[in-house]
């Protein structure tokens, strides 16, 4: 089975200070891993993806993921969030091989608020 | 510049009719995806195609049907709107290719009455 879990349903973070949104991830196989923001009424935009090669990652907005193959997680991360970062982050994962090949599985999101 | 396109934007129907969501994109991607948004599900996939002619069911395509005649469109349709239909539609496109992340529509917000 393949699977993307997001176990906070919320994170919420002063500006300035750094966040975390996790993501852990069980698919068979090297999984190719996807972050998306979703500002409200809006469609999801791509942040960043892990395909192979440095563990960290650096994508749009200054956002970054660390792609941790022993603990199967993709965490996203920023060193100084701020308040326009408030918005819906979802994990995804791609198998690379099998019946499912290329297909994107979701996490159920995570909303990040930042506060002033 | 090259984009994709959903609509309407908004829909109400009546149970029973049948209701079709157009998706439109100019990327030339030979990926097309069906998704909908609900509270605590997160986007979940109705159907899928990979080109031209195919076209394949994703974990929730009862009551759904798709079609693809050309690259640019795949058109999503109710054969006959229920209720638990009523949702966030999201149409998405991608290169051929695991490496390729996938771009996202505006979205339609269907309501079924």
């Known amino acids: 089975a393949q699977s993307v879990a997001q176990p906070e349903d919320q994170v919420n973070v002063a500006e300035g200070n750094p966040l975390t949104v996790k993501c852990t991830y069980s698919?068979?196989?090297?999984?190719?891993l996807f972050w998306y923001v979703q500002y409200p009424n809006r469609g999801l935009q791509f942040l960043l993806k892990y395909i192979t090669g440095d563990n960290l990652v650096k994508g749009s907005y200054g956002f970054e993921a660390e792609f941790n193959k022993s603990q199967t997680s993709f965490h996203l991360k920023k060193p100084s969030a701020l308040v326009s970062d408030s918005a819906l982050y979802f994990c995804?994962?791609?198998?690379?091989?099998?019946?499912?090949?290329?297909?994107?599985?979701f996490g159920r999101g995570t909303q990040l608020t930042v506060w002033p | 510049d090259a984009e994709i396109t959903q609509s309407p934007r908004h829909k109400i129907t009546e149970t029973g009719r049948q209701v079709t969501l157009a998706c439109h994109q100019t990327w030339n991607h030979n990926n097309m995806f069906w998704y909908r948004q609900d509270l605590g599900h997160g986007l979940r996939l109705i159907h899928y195609?990979?080109?031209?002619?195919?076209?394949n069911k994703g974990e929730v395509s009862d009551g759904y049907s798709v079609s693809r005649s050309n690259t640019e469109d795949l058109p999503l349709t109710l054969e006959s709107a229920a209720s638990s239909q009523t949702s966030v539609y999201f149409c998405?496109?991608?290169?051929?290719?695991?490496?390729?992340?996938?771009?996202f529509g505006p979205g339609t917000r269907l309501t079924v009455t």
């Open positions: 698919v068979s196989g090297n999984p190719y």
């Open positions: 195609s990979y080109g031209v002619q195919d076209t």
């Open positions: 995804a994962v791609k198998r690379n091989r099998g019946s499912t090949l290329g297909r994107l599985y």
């Open positions: 998405a496109s991608s290169e051929s290719g695991l490496s390729y992340e996938q771009y």
